[in-house]
């Protein structure tokens, strides 16, 4: 395989920490199957603020489009999420990137490991062989649509906007996977009282034809809300809109225990963005024990979604499934059962699934 090369953007908080480690897993597995990846860094977020005044220098734009992959990490700062008047915000940042790369279809697999089945507030039988993969629509809705004030700042909206071309270029990919696993697709909206979600529902419609092999669902987001709980089991691809995608990914991330278990990545016609779903997580920053198994699944999805690489995806899967089996948490996952001595902090666990690679 020719050299690939990787842009690794930390962001803001714990991104940083984390995505130290996912490097690390990714510079073992060249070393061990023979690959050749280089390496560069980026700012983007809070960080990138300080440092410039722009939460995506054009730099780091420019940076991420001639790379092959972008290891991600997360952008978020409390002085923001206090301040509702700030003007330059870090998630801006992120929005703008997502735009610029063309980035529409956010991939998060929703996939238990049978060892953290004590580690969630659903019960074990309940949640046992749950394997959903999320379709979030990542480029529309109201993160995108005309916003702002109204009546002397009394009034606020948000407009939600979606084009078929949006809806159908989603809607393709995740028929697609769904021929690859149960050949189930859940399409979720809210059609009953959303015009947006009416044009969702007739363009999944239109398409669904064209998979016979595919059974298709259609749910209201609140039902579905209360099925990943009630029964996980029964899903398992779900395509939905920005913002229901967005909600539902962060209940599911409960059915793996935490979110700090859950990779995503965030793909279209370019550069893929691979970065766990949890975000800058501030109160544990610099302590040491943010979970960084996300960042590690989120670099073996880079391997296989970006680089075709799916037995060196599926090495770093097992390595963070044997670190596990192995009785080693850190502490979001860990239970009343875990022994004191197998809670270990962010390069300690980290250092385990180097070890099982």
Known sequence: MATKHILVVPGDGIGQEVTAVGKKVL?????????????????IGHVAIEATGNPLPDETLEKMRQSDAVL?????????????????????????????LGLYANLRPIKLFDELLGASSIKPEILKGADILFFRELTGDIYFGEKGRKNDGDTAYDIAE?????????????FEAARTRRKKLCSVDKAN???????????????????????????FVDATAMLLIKDPRRFDVVVTANLFGDILTDEAS????????????????????????????????????????????????????????????EAVINAVDQVLKA?????????????????????????EVLKFL
């Open 327 to 351: 009785g080693f948490r850190t502490r979001d996952i860990a239970d009343a059962q875990t022994p004191a001595e197998k809670v270990l902090g962010t390069e300690a666990i980290g250092a």
């Open 162 to 174: 979606y084009s078929r071309y949006e809806v159908e270029r989603i809607a393709r990919k995740a």
């Open 72 to 100: 991600f990490g997360a952008v978020g700062h409390p002085k923001y999420d206090n301040d509702p008047t700030a003007k330059v915000r870090p998630e801006q940042g992120l929005l703008k990137m997502r735009k610029e």
């Open 27 to 43: 510079e073992k597995i060249a070393a061990k199957f023979g690959h050749t990846f280089t390496y560069d860094e980026a700012l």
């Open 193 to 219: 009282v959303i015009e947006t979600s009416r044009l969702w529902r007739e363009v999944i419609q239109k398409i669904a034809p064209e998979y016979p092999d595919v059974e298709v669902e259609h749910q």
């Open 254 to 313: 409960q059915i793996a225990g935490s979110m700090g278990m859950l990779a995503s990545a965030s793909v279209g016609d370019g550069t893929g963005v691979y970065e766990p779903i949890h975000g800058s997580a501030h109160d544990i920053t610099g302590k040491g024990v943010a979970n960084p198994l996300a960042s590690i699944l989120s670099a073996a999805l880079l391997l296989d979604i970006s680089f075709g690489l799916k037995a060196e995806a």
